[in-house]
């Protein structure tokens, strides 16, 4: 029992990318949802329709990280967009614990890439300059440990 005393943190964790581990600041996105089918037969004496589950769909990741100088990996995966095929990557999202063993890893399928922003800038700020990509994909599968 005195291993859930308390929640896990969620600023601890490792991404990795088609094999490369790669630091993120953020990670959101990784929620699935389940589509609701409303049916009703027509001589059904209640007025009412029935819900069932439908068809699983997923939701886009944003990932953001720090803008590192010479590298520009983000925009070379979006740039492999032709002639409708893309280069899909399986991505794995791992939460660590305290001695950096999984607690939840996140295993994403065929994920390719939607969106890049690069960084907005600013005369007058003082914050590190952060882009983000948006990836679409095919399902998750999570794994407590």
Same mark, same amino acid.
């Given at each position: 029992?005195?291993?859930?005393?308390? /929640? %896990? /943190? !969620?600023? =601890?964790?490792?991404?990795?990318?088609?094999?490369? &581990? %790669?630091?993120?600041?953020?990670?959101?996105?990784?929620?699935? +949802?389940?589509?609701?089918?409303?049916? &009703? #037969?027509? =001589?059904?004496?209640?007025?009412?329709?029935? !819900?069932? /589950?439908?068809?699983? !769909? @997923?939701?886009?990741?944003?990932?953001?990280?720090?803008?590192? !100088?010479?590298?520009?990996?983000? @925009?070379?995966?979006?740039?492999?967009?032709?002639?409708?095929? *893309? +280069? &899909? &990557?399986?991505?794995?999202?791992?939460?660590?614990?305290?001695?950096?063993? /999984?607690?939840?890893?996140?295993? %994403?399928?065929?994920?390719?890439?939607?969106?890049?922003?690069?960084? $907005?800038?600013?005369? $007058?700020?003082?914050?590190?300059?952060?882009?983000?990509?948006?990836?679409?994909?095919?399902? *998750?599968?999570?794994? @407590? #440990?």
């Amino acid at each position: 029992m005195a291993d859930n005393v308390y /929640p %896990i /943190p !969620k600023f =601890h964790f490792a991404v990795d990318w088609a094999g490369t &581990r %790669i630091g993120f600041t953020e990670v959101s996105g990784l929620d699935v +949802e389940t589509e609701v089918i409303e049916y &009703r #037969e027509g =001589h059904s004496k209640e007025y009412h329709k029935v !819900k069932m /589950p439908g068809m699983q !769909k @997923y939701g886009n990741i944003t990932m953001k990280r720090g803008l590192m !100088k010479k590298d520009n990996e983000f @925009y070379e995966w979006w740039n492999t967009v032709a002639l409708n095929t *893309i +280069e &899909r &990557r399986d991505l794995t999202i791992t939460l660590l614990n305290e001695v950096h063993e /999984p607690v939840v890893t996140w295993q %994403i399928k065929n994920a390719w890439p939607t969106k890049v922003a690069g960084t $907005d800038l600013k005369a $007058d700020g003082n914050e590190v300059a952060i882009e983000s990509i948006e990836v679409a994909h095919e399902g *998750i599968k999570v794994a @407590y #440990e």
